[in-house]
Structures are given as structure tokens and as C-alpha cells.
């Protein structure tokens, strides 16, 4: 049966997930990224329900209000600290999990779902939409995106710290998509939204 509702789209994907599975054997690679999946699961304090797991990324929703910005911000940090800590009991025997890291991807409209025999899908232009922001053009790869739909949906617009905030437009195939992202720092504890003098290089995915 298909049913739609309005709400909020968390998408969490795994930074350098590519040159890792270039760079790592199978079986030990699917074990690490099983890990750092779980780690994401745990931290899970709002109580999002799981679409599905896409290979380097978990697709969140929950339908209903939209949570404040600054809680959103705090799932996403909890959700850093819990990958971090993962991460550490990684590095010794696979140093190539050092370059590891997770963004963050947040977005308001009207999720569609449908079943597939015992499968349950998302559909919908706002799933279309935060899909293809995750192709964006930020510097960095330690992120939160929040689109302008989020904001004005939960109508706290003025809680963005503008020396911690960037907000941008592009233009993707769906049409034009407006954000604003804030730029975290994983290697302190906790980890940490970028100081506003941080200069930000690109250290790709």
C-alpha cells in the first residue's frame, strides 16, 4: 500500500569509503564498515527509523514536525563521537581508516513509501533531492547539510551561527537546491564545528 507524509529525510554517509575498499581486503573492509555502521545505529538518539543501509550510507526518516536545528546538530555530533571512537579501535592494524570520516545530509517534504513484496521503499522528490545533494560542492568531508526546506519547516532560521554556517545554491538535474552546511572538525573530543578562521581544503571522497 503507498502512503505519503511529510518529514525528514537523514541521510549519513561514509567520507572516503571508495579509496577504502580500493585500499583494503574484502573480508577485513566489510568487517570495519559493518562496525562503523553499527556505531552510526547506536547513536541513533532521535529515534529515526531506517530506510535502508546503501552500502557506504543509512538512509533515516521520520515522519512528523521537524526537530530543531540545534538538536539535529546534536544527533549529528553524537553520531561523530560514536564513529570516532569506532574508529580508533581500527587504525593500529589499518591505518587507511584515518582518512574515514561521515557527512551529513538533513531535508523536509513529502516521503512516499511503497511495499515490494516483504521490502519497504522511500520515493518520492524529496528522497530524489537529498540523494543528490550528497553530491555537492563543499570542501570538506566532515559535514552537516541542512536544506532551506528543513529551516522553514521548523522555522528557527535565525538560530544559524553565521561564523560557523555557510549557505549555498546549486543547480543539480532536479532543479536548483539551497543549503546551508556546517563544517566540523573530527580530530578533536568531542568533535567539533569548524572555528570561523579554519581554512578549509578538499580532501575528497
Known amino acids: 500500500?503507498?502512503?505519503?507524509?511529510?518529514?525528514?529525510?537523514?541521510?549519513?554517509?561514509?567520507?572516503?569509503?571508495?579509496?577504502?575498499?580500493?585500499?583494503?581486503?574484502?573480508?577485513?573492509?566489510?568487517?570495519?564498515?559493518?562496525?562503523?555502521?553499527?556505531?552510526?545505529?547506536?547513536?541513533?538518539?532521535?529515534?529515526?527509523?531506517?530506510?535502508?543501509?546503501e552500502g557506504d550510507a543509512i538512509l533515516f526518516y521520520r515522519h512528523g514536525p521537524a526537530f530543531p536545528v540545534k538538536e539535529i546538530l546534536s544527533q549529528f555530533e553524537a553520531m561523530l563521537q560514536a564513529f570516532k571512537n569506532r574508529l580508533e579501535t581500527f587504525k593500529e592494524s589499518f591505518p587507511q581508516t584515518s582518512a574515514l570520516s561521515i557527512k551529513l545530509v538533513v531535508h523536509y517534504g513529502v516521503i512516499g513509501r511503497f511495499a515490494v513484496g516483504s521490502y519497504s521503499?522511500?520515493?518520492?522528490?524529496?528522497?530524489?533531492?537529498?540523494?543528490?545533494?550528497?553530491?555537492?560542492?563543499?570542501?570538506?568531508?566532515?559535514?552537516?547539510?541542512?536544506?532551506?526546506?528543513?529551516?522553514?519547516?521548523?522555522?528557527?532560521?535565525?538560530?544559524?551561527?553565521?561564523?560557523?554556517?555557510?549557505?549555498?545554491?546549486?543547480?543539480?538535474?532536479?532543479?536548483?537546491?539551497?543549503?546551508?552546511?556546517?563544517?566540523?572538525?573530527?580530530n578533536t573530543n568531542p568533535p567539533a564545528l569548524y572555528p570561523q578562521d579554519f581554512s578549509l581544503g578538499k580532501t575528497g571522497t
Open 1 to 53: 500500500m503507498n502512503e505519503d507524509h511529510r518529514g525528514t529525510i537523514f541521510i549519513v554517509d561514509i567520507s572516503g569509503y571508495s579509496r577504502f575498499v580500493a585500499e583494503t581486503e574484502n573480508e577485513a573492509g566489510s568487517l570495519i564498515v559493518c562496525g562503523l555502521l553499527e556505531s552510526i545505529i547506536d547513536a541513533n538518539r532521535l529515534s529515526f527509523n531506517i530506510s535502508e543501509i
Open 121 to 186: 521503499k522511500l520515493f518520492g522528490q524529496a528522497v530524489v533531492e537529498a540523494h543528490r545533494l550528497l553530491k555537492n560542492s563543499i570542501d570538506t568531508h566532515t559535514y552537516a547539510l541542512i536544506t532551506k526546506e528543513y529551516f522553514n519547516e521548523q522555522g528557527q532560521i535565525d538560530f544559524i551561527p553565521s561564523t560557523e554556517a555557510t549557505e549555498v545554491c546549486e543547480i543539480y538535474d532536479v532543479g536548483r537546491l539551497c543549503y546551508t552546511y556546517f563544517p566540523y572538525f573530527l
